[in-house]
């Protein structure tokens, strides 16, 4: 009943009596017996050894201990002296992961197969304050087999049974070894549901082909779309692994993606949507050495959204970023240098002007480098930052104001075309304490930046409209090289106020940056790719550069002015809190500026004085934290942005709930205001049952935007899913449905939805 005993082993006995009788050649050993022998252990009240037979037969708690840490319980034991083959009565097995067998009676032969007879498993460990209540899940049989050569389980005659009611018959069947990680066979099918695709049942079948590499075939028949075929190649080495995934269907009906303006938007490639659908993806990653990691992820597919809809595992997110990359990291150097582009997987017409699929980049490539050097220089830290970018786009990108109509928006958001920029960059601070406690950091920087642009003319005659329509001039460069020099002061003044319970730190700060202007500013004369996306909020307020990328930078002589406050107390709980205001003291501020995305427009820093931000928030040792952070007008303190979040995690509940306002910014292309509101709860119903639901609600439109529910129930051996989750345009009010859910039984799989509506219900 044990593992096999390596050749030449001793057999190590202990025991408080030994009883020889040559006549019958047999050695009985009484009272707490232990026997080790090849790894293997056999502990018993008493066993006798019969020389001529060479077996064991062990009686009274009989516990056999394997060597790969498997366990046996019965009152008697008889197997021969090698451990390969033996009988037991009344028996349960445990393994080392926690997999259970019993049965009236096993046998093992040649070492590797036993055999149970009116066995139960299961994978739920017993209750210990009800031993006799039966788990979650287990599967009566007739007859169990237990290869150990082939790593396999086989039931015959067979009942599931759950929560001890009998569910299904099963003739026979055939699972992994529960010891097994890999295996070959079929897996749990998953079923689906989706509108427009009908009901879908997938069949996966796993091959264990190596140690080092696997392969997985799925094919899923949906009522509406019919046969869609999958297949998964992975491999390891020893410094890293790469998967290959394949996928296509030619679909039965595609009328079922027509949207309610009669318009085909997600049937398959342009021009003819019966052609066949399908993709190819890889990812991979290798380590050349401890510091150089090379690796990729790129997506290939007949049509922009084909894996989105029939949600292929690890590509169907609605923005997929296929990258090829090389990133070096020692000590606090840095290097990445990667090609990129973005598939934006959207429903939507191939010649819709709003559509994002056909107007993203090829970054070729995309290069970062740091370095700060381990020794002080100056007594300060030095830091050197590279990047480098270059860009080929082939449809141009742009909303353009009709002067008629009076219209506000205009932005060219990417140029058909190609350029280039390499930008170098050098930084020293050194931070000085006086005896106040006033803490004092100059700084110097200096930049350069190089690029180029060759745009289409369809990009130039969009760059003369926008800047006819502002009144700016059109000064697009086919090249271009500028400098910015910056010298700065910052100040804090950190004060501490502290009492037997309460320690509270009130911190003064203010900075002052000199730098000339930022050139080329007050046309259009540089492209603005990395850059366009910008919010001025407390998190900002004291970066030296505002601009999210290398595109923009600041120019001109700015001051930021803050009071930022922490607070701990005995309890546990803690405050913090931040209040400030910018100022552009002299020079041409680059907020002001139009480009081509009016990046900074309506952004709260484009007047002399900005407008104020704040931050406050508090966290709690029970769970509970919260934080309200806005920005209101310099002059009228009228509320510009704000954000208030609440959340709770504990039992038997546990909350999440946001607001979110930002007010309409035309000449960066939001026109109405965006108000929105998101709550969502979990509670613990039971010590094994939880209810969960979210909701995402438009108070400018009056649209629940989204909604979910879900309960799930999990134990040591089981868990269910089952969510209900709904998702409505904001245009058209389309409403689209969802239904998932999930059956997982340890060491027999998973059944159910391959993906749940779990990305709307958290």
Sequence with gaps: MAADVPAGS???????????DNDNQTVTAVGGVQIDYGGNRLV????????????LVASGNVEVINSDGTKIYSQHVDITDDFADGFVNALRVETVDKAYFAAESAERMGGVLTTFHNGVYTACEPCEDQPDKAPTWRIKARKIIWNGEKKTVRFENSNFEFFGFPLAYLPAFEIADPTVKRKSGFLIPGITYESDLGIGVKVPYYF??????????????YTKQGFLGEAEWRQRFNNGQYSLKIAGIRQVDPDEFINSDGHNVDSGPAGDPNKFRGMMGTKGQFAINSRWDFGWDVLLQTDKNFSRTYAIENFNDSVHRSSIYLTGLNGRNYFDVRAMRFEVQEETLPDDPTALAGKQPWVLPSLDYAYIPDMAVGGGQLSFNVNAQTISRDKLDTVLADPNNNASVNRVRGIEGQSGRLTAEAEWKRTFTTDGGLLLTPLLALRGDAGYLNASSGSLNAINQMASNLGVDDDMRSSLARFMATAGLEMRWPVLFSSTSTSHIFEPMAQVFVRPNEQYVGGLAVPNEDAQSFVFDATT?????????????????????????????DNGWSTNALFGQSYQLDGQNSFAAPDLVNVGAESGLETETSDYVGLVGFNSPSGLSGSVSGRFDEQSFEIRRAEVKAAYSGLPISFSAKYAFIQAQPLYGFTTDRNEVTLGASAQLAENWRVFGTGTYDLEQSVLVKDGVGFAYSDSCFTYLMTFSESRDLSTREVTQNIGFNLSFRTLGDFGSTQSSLNTVQ
């Design 541 to 569: 307020l004291f970066e030296r550069d505002k601009f999210s990328g290398y595109d923009r930078l600041e120019g001109g002589t700015r001051a930021n002015v803050g009071l930022r406050y922490s607070g701990a107390y």
């Design 10 to 20: 001793q057999m190590l006995l202990a025991a408080d009596t030994l009883v020889y």
């Design 44 to 55: 018993a009240q008493r066993v006798e050894y019969n020389r001529n037979t060479k077996r």
């Design 208 to 221: 264990a082909l190596s140690p080092t590499y696997d392969l997985t075939v799925t094919g899923s028949g």
